[in-house]
């Protein structure tokens, strides 16, 4: 199975940066997905790591470590717009391909 | 109009009945998934189909049951609502081979008195 945790709520103030932390436990997937929800909303896709490293889109980078089973999402000139949930999830490579999320993020950005 | 659409948007509805949560996708994707979201909780997968033959159980599947009628629409059923079953429902389609990218719905609240 899989499982993946991540701190319950972030604060950090408009303009600085922020990192959010997923690390996991599973039995084999292929990489790590990172997905935002702004309250009310539906989740969207933010930005996928298949390798080892640091995967960088615009002001949001991704990172992976499958040696320490950990990865983060880092947002950089944080806006206050971003505030919303982060998800990291994965994809099964047990022959299915399902994906399963993490507990979630809530971060807040204040002025 | 909406890739992926969820109905109804908003459900009240009793302890004992019968519900269903319907969604199309206009994606063309194969793959097609039902989560519920609880607060603290994050996402829980609940059933996933990648065609119209193939139907999977996710984690939480006890209490509810799906139908793939196409391969654009996929249903959710809760036979005998209970109370706990109160959440916000997502469907979710995906043909990203790579990536695994999901396309949400914009979900459904359902309330189980």
């Known amino acids: 199975g899989q499982s993946l945790e991540q701190p319950s709520e972030v604060t950090a103030v408009e303009g600085a940066i922020v990192q959010i932390n997923c690390t996991y436990q599973?039995?084999?997937?292929?990489?790590l997905s990172w997905y935002q929800q702004h309250d009310g909303g539906a989740p969207t896709f933010l930005s996928y790591n298949a390798l080892d490293g640091l995967e960088e889109t615009g002001r949001f980078s991704s990172f992976l470590s499958r040696s320490d089973s950990y990865g983060y999402l880092l947002l950089q000139e944080l806006q206050m717009k971003d505030s919303a949930s982060y998800f990291c999830?994965?994809?099964?490579?047990?022959?299915?391909?399902?994906?399963?999320f993490g507990t979630g993020t809530k971060l807040q950005v204040i002025p | 109009d909406a890739d992926v659409t969820q109905t109804p948007r908003n459900r009240i509805t009793k302890t004992g009945k019968r519900i269903m949560l319907e969604c199309s996708q206009t994606k063309g994707h194969d793959r097609m998934y039902w989560y519920r979201q609880d607060p603290g909780l994050g996402l829980r997968l609940i059933y996933y189909?990648?065609?119209?033959?193939?139907?999977n159980k996710g984690e939480i599947s006890d209490g509810y049951s799906v139908s793939r009628q196409a391969q654009a629409k996929f249903s959710l059923s809760l036979e005998s609502a209970i109370p706990n079953q109160t959440a916000l429902y997502f469907c979710?389609?995906?043909?990203?081979?790579?990536?695994?990218?999901?396309?949400f719905g914009e979900g459904s609240r359902l309330t189980v008195l």
């Open positions: 999830a994965v994809e099964d490579s047990g022959g299915y391909q399902k994906v399963t």
């Open positions: 599973t039995s084999g997937f292929y990489g």
């Open positions: 979710a389609t995906s043909d990203d081979v790579i990536t695994g990218e999901l396309f």
């Open positions: 189909s990648f065609d119209v033959k193939d139907i």
